[in-house]
DNA sequence: AATTGAGGTGAACAATTTGTAAAGAGTTGG
DNA sequence: CCAACTCTTTACAAATTGTTCACCTCAATT
């Protein structure tokens, strides 16, 4: 079962960016567009959590968060300008669970809804594996090491989730741009030879290291991460 | 099974303040809203633990801890307004375990509660290390001491927490806003730059100290207390 | 074998991130 | 209320990474 969330945002631009990125991730997602009618939705879907924007013409976001406490105790994560709450506790009376300052990137976002949801329980969020254990290859996200023939190896932000990504599904084979909107993020403009680079340079690291696994190139299709 | 903690304070504001942070925390809150309700609620739930406001009308906090330990060892602490310091020769006669002074920080009533439920014994609070030791250095929450080459250095308590937070989970990066949510609080809105100078005024007290840690830049992603 | 398009590679350049100093704001204790 | 201390912000230089581009190599197809 999906887990649901309602985005309450009169701003489009925003609340289509979040749908789609949080779709993306397997959430079922419900947009409102000002404060009566996300109340309306919260009642009538009765969503799992409920991302809610401060500003809103008529009914603003505290209003809406106060009325969906009065009801459930359903998650709730406020999206608020830099600077537009001084009054800090008057947020915590309102009951939200945590606040989202914007301009937001969606990593955040999506990290804060898995935090949030964890916290508040009942819904499980399944989580992927931050450290891949291959022969003489670590890749530990945590520690943002990666560790090739027990040595480690620096390695900058893009080389670690590139490598990380095609690493968590051994043998899949990424297009290029496939990689970019998930490592680069969907809203990524920039050539896909890029990819190539990093796959270069990541090659460099791992090359000769083992002979069970390599990064391969798939003649005009793209790369995968190769396991025997 | 769940802390219990029953709140008597006539101040609505404080009690549901009071409330969120410690349900956040997975303490089961009651809450109740004068003495002759709180001695009624206190016999009917039994909490594990009573935050007790000193000033209420009719029965006043001292009253109501005179008639708790008349039956019972539960711990109380109670909550006094500023200038009522002659309160502290009181309280010690009614058997109170604790103070705090109004206004007070949700920390330090967190950090009272686990402290007096821990000296109280009996209830188990499953509680992180307050005091970690790493070569040549000594990092104590409980006396606010950092101990670095067996000389005692005075810190700030930013710093403090900081370098406690982040040397709980030796070798795990955060981000700049991972810990300005968990050292500052998710309710900080501030520039994440903050946490550079702070890292940098660390470094000053530990650079050179020991070569088996030291607090690493991961670029583009934050900091980590490394082990090795 | 020639052709064509995809991928490899090195280097230049652009963009981003971090270290640091210093100033100003905010707090605390006497 | 003042003095001392702490925290935050800002600005700029330095370091590092990300991106693009040109040119070369290689694979597949005819």
């Known amino acids: 079962m999906a887990v649901s ?4 945002e009169d701003d489009h631009n925003i609340s289509e960016l979040l749908q789609m990125y949080l779709e993306k991730e397997g959430y079922a997602v419900t947009v409102a567009v000002d404060g009566g009618q996300g109340l309306a939705k919260f009642r009538a879907i009765k ?3 409920v991302l809610l924007d401060v500003m809103m013409p008529v009914m603003d976001g505290w209003s809406v968060c106060k009325a969906i406490r009065a009801e459930a105790q359903t998650p709730v994560i406020m999206l608020t300008a830099k600077g537009e709450t001084d009054d800090k506790v008057a947020g915590l009376k309102t009951g939200a669970d945590d606040y989202i300052t914007k301009p937001f990137e969606m990593k955040e976002v ?3 809804i898995e935090a949030v949801l964890r916290r508040a329980s009942g819904v499980s969020v399944e989580k992927k594996a931050r450290r891949l254990l291959f022969d003489k290859l670590i890749i530990d996200m945590d520690a943002f090491e990666l560790t090739v023939d027990g040595r480690k190896v620096d390695t900058p932000p893009k080389e670690m989730e590139l490598l990380y990504y095609l690493a968590s599904s051994p043998n899949r084979v990424y297009t290029r741009n496939q990689l970019l909107d998930e490592v680069w993020g969907f809203d990524y403009f920039g050539d896909s030879r890029t990819v190539d680079v990093h796959v270069k340079r990541l090659r460099e690291k791992l ?8 990064l391969k190139t798939v003649w005009g299709v793209g790369y995968k991460f190769e396991v025997l």
Not at 5 to 8: D, E, F, G, H, T
Not at 207 to 214: F, L, N, P, T, Y
């Open 110 to 112: 999506l990290a804060r």
């Open 207 to 214: 090359e000769g290291v083992s002979d069970k696994w390599s």
């Open 5 to 8: 969330v309602l985005i309450v």
């Open 47 to 49: 969503p799992d959590l």
